[in-house]
């Protein structure tokens, strides 16, 4: 459908599911010689999220406004910049405009990649409203330039195998059969700062992406997924320590840092935990960690934001 907004539309205001993500695992082979670190990482998003408007206007202007008052209101925030991109490359787009309302709940800075999803569904969400002039490769390649975890956002697969700089994507088919306990501590951590004390050398490790690509779910059931960021983020913070082996007493197959963390993420089996008893796992991690424990479950098939 050749769709252009016209004077005479009502304005459309579309509403969109921002997902937060965990990382199942995170393999960092090392720094290019050009400064990005070379990653493999198993994403998954989760039905756990943000909810973000958007609603095109005729003054070109970007207006943003988010529920979190201590993040960016302005054209700052990954958002606006995602919205300001897109509108530089649309051609249906040209001239517009788009008010943009986040409403947070997924936590700052705490690995669950909330920017790059609010950033990622911003680009469908447009593509959506002036037509679908992106594929969805286009809108992924247009994420890179916002970030690394930006390009997920920007495709429907649920859960993929990134690597690379974030330039490689493979989907994989979502996780099942898990509840998911999220406990974020309540402080943040700068992913640029995470990185910077990983002690690399420039030479790389060997990229075992194929066989992940291919037995990712067996490394899964083996207990082997691992995050090499844990070395840097559980030494500066032993809490996280803590939480990792309260999580595993409670009954988590496993538990791990997602992304830079500092959340951590514990996966229950269905067979193994009711809802309800996930739910007193949550309150047990409320009562020690504080208010930030989320139940989760990994998001399968569409959503509203595609
Ligand atoms: P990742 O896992 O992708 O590294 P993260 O979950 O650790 O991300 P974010 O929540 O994306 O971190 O926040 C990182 C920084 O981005 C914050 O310091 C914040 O000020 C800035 N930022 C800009 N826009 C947003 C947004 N819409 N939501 C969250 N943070 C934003």
């Known amino acids: 459908m050749d769709w252009q907004l016209m004077e005479s539309d009502p304005p459309k205001v579309l509403e969109l599911f921002a997902p937060a993500k965990i990382n199942l695992f995170l393999r960092v082979l090392g720094r290019r010689a050009d400064g990005y670190h070379q990653l493999e990482t198993w ?22 406004s988010c529920s979190d008052s201590s993040l960016p209101q302005d054209s700052s925030n990954l958002a606006s910049r995602a919205a300001a991109l897109f509108f530089a490359l649309s051609s249906r787009g040209k001239g517009y405009g788009a008010d943009i309302r986040i409403e947070k709940r997924i936590p700052v800075a705490a690995g ?19 037509g679908g002039e992106f594929s ?20 429907g697969h649920d859960a993929v195998i990134a690597g690379g700089v974030g330039e490689e994507m493979y989907p994989l088919p979502g996780l099942q059969g898990y509840g998911i306990v999220l406990v974020n501590p309540g402080f943040s951590v700068s992913t640029r700062w995470v990185f910077e004390n990983l002690g690399l050398t420039t030479e790389l490790k060997e990229s075992k992406l194929a066989s992940f690509r291919k ?24 809490e996280l320590m803590k939480i990792k082996s309260d999580l595993v007493d409670a009954g988590a197959e496993i538990s791990l840092m997602s992304g830079s963390g500092p ?40 959503s509203p934001s595609g």
């Open 112 to 130: 669950l990649g909330g920017g790059s999803s609010d950033a990622g569904v911003v680009l469908r969400g447009l593509n959506r409203l002036f």
């Open 43 to 64: 994403m998954q998003k989760l039905d756990f999220g943000d909810t973000v408007s958007l609603q095109p206007t005729l003054d070109g202007v970007i207006r943003l």
């Open 263 to 302: 959340t951590v993420f514990g996966l229950f089996p269905d067979a193994s935990k009711s809802a309800v008893a996930l739910q007193a796992v949550a309150d047990e991690m409320r009562r020690k960690f504080g208010e930030r424990v989320f139940v989760a479950r990994a998001k399968v098939g569409a």
């Open 215 to 238: 037995d990712a779910f067996a490394l899964l059931t083996r207990g082997e997924l691992v995050n090499d960021l844990e070395s840097v983020t559980l030494a500066s913070y032993p």
């Open 136 to 155: 969805e490769e286009q809108l992924a390649s247009m994420g890179l330039q916002l970030g690394a975890d930006v390009p997920f956002f920007a495709t």
